[in-house]
T-cell receptor
Framework: QQPVQSPQAVILREGEDAVINCSSS?????VHWYRQKHGEAPVFLMI?????EQKGHEKISASFNEKKQQSSLYLTASQLSYSGTYFC?????????????FGRGTQLTVWP | DTAVSQTPKYLVTQMGNDKSIKCEQN?????MYWYKQDSKKFLKIMFS???????INETVPNRFSPKSPDKAHLNLHINSLELGDSAVYFC??????????????FGQGTRLTVV
């Protein structure tokens, strides 16, 4: 049921860019993105509801391609504070609204 | 003011024991969840409650029983604990169940260790 995230891990230098992908085999109603720092709870970044929607949050933005059932998270000019594990959460169309399934996460490490 | 609070933060117990984890949210949300995060960081949904009614029960052993006395509380009781139950358990809340999920707020997690 859960979406598939890629890559599993990314290592960056400060200032570099990264893309994290999230895909589903089932029709998506919404896509959420969360970041979890070590030893802490996941924290909400953004939610995308419509196909083609793009949202931004500081230098972190995301897109949602409803036809391809995919979402991508873009991190530009990465900062040390971006390190953590990024999760996409998906809600599926149909009777399963109200259920938020998470991918296995992408571990992002930013080095100075 | 903590939006979603869980207690206890750490729980170490022996196999076969019964334990409970409590969760409370002060956000006025109508949907609450329990997630289990294993050592590989996989966040697996266990239960979802909307307005005190169970709407999701994923394939979870019946040793796990959620209880929602009111909209603001969702507790998790675990019977006959097993080694494989060791994990971090997160409570979360959001607005909207069948109408679609809004931003989910997570508690700080309960690290359960079964020895």
């Amino acid at each position: 049921q859960q979406p598939v995230q890629s890559p599993q891990a990314v290592i960056l230098r400060e200032g570099e860019d990264a893309v994290i992908n999230c895909s589903s085999s089932k029709a998506l109603y919404s896509v959420h993105w969360y970041r979890q720092k070590h030893g802490e709870a996941p924290v909400f970044l953004m939610i995308l509801l419509k196909g083609g929607e793009q949202k931004g949050h500081e230098k972190i933005s995301a897109s949602f391609n409803e036809k391809k059932q995919q979402s991508s998270l873009y991190l530009t000019a990465s900062q040390l504070s971006y390190s953590g594990t990024y999760f996409c959460g998906t809600e599926y169309r149909g009777s399963t609204l109200g259920r938020l399934y998470f991918g296995r996460g992408t571990q992002l490490t930013v080095w100075p | 003011d903590t939006a979603v609070s869980q207690t206890p933060k750490y729980l170490v117990t022996q196999m076969g024991n019964d334990k409970s984890i409590k969760c409370e949210q002060n956000l006025g949300h109508d949907t609450m969840y329990w997630y289990k995060q294993d050592s590989k960081k996989f966040l697996k949904i266990m239960f979802s409650y909307n307005n005190k009614e169970l709407i999701i029960n994923e394939t979870v052993p019946n040793r796990f029983s959620p209880k929602s006395p009111d909209k603001a509380h969702l507790n998790l009781h675990i019977n006959s604990l097993e080694l494989g139950d060791s994990a971090v358990y997160f409570c979360a809340s959001s607005q909207g169940g069948a109408g679609g999920v809004t931003e989910a707020f997570f508690g700080q997690g309960t690290r359960l260790t079964v020895v």
